[in-house]
């Protein structure tokens, strides 16, 4: 079982550290292809960095999408990204709360088949979610996590009255942020197989909603029951 487990761990490492390379790899293809593009020399330190450059600033939201793919599994490994269930992701943020996120789009490709997109994604998801807030109810009940911790979710896809039931405080956000605005290409993919059709997510609807530790306990038994009627609309 211990050389099965040690055996896995490397499989793991040796992905994650395959797809940093591909992304590397991706990222160099690139550069030189504006290189050639403009008739530039990649001897010249300017026109390199001016080439790195135009593709950072044309195509960053691009960039980002293929580096939180690629990247994904070993910021997994690291820990950065702590997974709560397949679809609930936990980081912490620079204030010491917890950020709570969807699955990334790695995760969705190892998730799901092309078939599950709409509604029945949708209920898997939620699903997921939900476990998720359980599993880190256990974490604060063990005293693993602190029962003053401020948790928080920034998106456009919750109803703001449901989350209200379920003890969160919901803050209208007017304007959404350069993270969102960056992962913009990530959301239009993950958003569109949600709803089972390509569609523009309506970012400017985002909400803020944030609980701590104690609410987020109370509500345990709500989510269990929630969790348990999800489950049995899936089958």
Known sequence: MKDFQTRSALARWAVALLLLAALMVLCS?????????????????LQLCLAMGLQLSLLLPLWMMAGIFFAAPLLRLLGTLRYYSPYLVVTRS?????????????????????????????????????????????????????????????????SESIARRYGFRVEASRWFSIGGFLTLPTQFVTYSFAKGHWALPPILRARRATIDGTTLCAQSARLQRLLSRLAQAQR
């Open 94 to 158: 620079r204030d010491g709360h917890l950020d709570l996120h969807g699955a990334t789009l790695f995760d969705y490709l190892l998730l799901f088949r092309w078939s599950d997109r709409g509604r029945q994604a949708v209920r898997q998801i939620l699903i997921w979610y939900v476990d998720g807030l359980l599993a880190i109810i256990r974490e604060i009940e063990q005293g693993k996590i602190q029962r003053d911790t401020i948790f928080s979710a920034t998106s456009y896809i919750f």
């Open 29 to 45: 293809i690139a550069v030189i292809g504006t290189v050639a593009l403009f008739g530039w020399s990649l001897e010249s330190p």
